[in-house]
T-cell receptor
Framework: EAQVTQNPRYLITVTGKKLTVTCSQN?????MSWYRQDPGLGLRQIYY???????DKGDVPEGYKVSRKEKRNFPLILESPSPNQTSLYFC?????????????FGPGTRLTVT | DAKTTQPTSMDCAEGRAANLPCNHS???????VYWYRQIHSQGPQYIIH???NNETNEMASLIITEDRKSSTLILPHATLRDTAVYYC?????????????FGKGTTLSVSS
């Protein structure tokens, strides 16, 4: 089954404790991205990657890092989480060959930073 | 990307057609209309997209006006599982950066 998976699905952590949210897709997609969703603000893009070793900032990159060492994985790293990073996070992927611009989203990771 | 305007919420009876409107009066000639939906706290799901012509797939139909300034997403036989927030997005195909800009969308409530 074609899918985007994220882990963990739920995480409660404390300020300053480094964490990584993993994202993996099994569709051989070139493009992957991370969004965060907050009430009243909608979904906002954090980082995106056009292919392996190619990453770029989205609209709200501050406080986040990403890496793309393999095509299927695109982890989101919070080196020193703060309470304002409490949010619902989504990973998405899309194939370059997809003419429809259809993006596949993961199930989401709900992060709480206390 | 062009700005879109959607009603905040709509209700629909189960089994009836749900017609969700979207205004995009500043749409450019090379911008497509996309629809996604998000069922409570799940990842957004692609529904359909179009440029000028009406489109239909297994999930929905998309009707775009001749002047392309508005469109309507039609769920022909709404079910309870169609209760979700529906987002209308307009953007250029294959635009670099590929960020989808989700507005507030329309919350569709389907009831029995």
């Amino acid at each position: 089954e074609a899918q985007v998976t994220q882990n963990p699905r739920y995480l409660i952590t404390v300020t300053g404790k480094k964490l990584t949210v993993t994202c993996s897709q099994n569709m051989n997609h070139e493009y992957m991205s991370w969004y965060r969703q907050d009430p009243g603000l909608g979904l906002r893009q954090i980082y995106y990657s056009m292919n392996v070793e190619v990453t770029d900032k989205g609209d709200v990159p501050e406080g986040y890092k990403v890496s793309r060492k393999e095509k299927r994985n695109f982890p989101l790293i919070l080196e020193s989480p703060s309470p304002n990073q409490t949010s619902l996070y989504f990973c998405a992927s899309r194939g370059d060959a997809s003419p429809s611009y259809e993006q596949y989203f993961g199930p989401g990771t709900r992060l709480t930073v206390t | 990307d062009a700005k879109t305007t959607q009603p905040t919420s709509m209700d629909c009876a189960e089994g009836r057609a749900a017609n969700l409107p979207c205004n995009h009066s500043t749409i450019s000639g090379n911008e497509y209309v996309y629809w996604y939906r998000q069922i409570h706290s799940q990842g957004p799901q692609y529904i359909i997209h179009g440029l000028k012509n009406n489109e239909t797939n297994e999930m929905a139909s998309l009707i775009i006006t001749e002047d392309r300034k508005s469109s309507t997403l039609i769920l022909p036989h709404a079910t309870l599982r169609d209760t979700a927030v529906y987002y209308c997005i307009v953007r250029v195909l294959n635009q670099a950066g590929t960020a989808l800009i989700f507005g507030k969308g329309t919350t569709l409530s389907v009831s029995s």
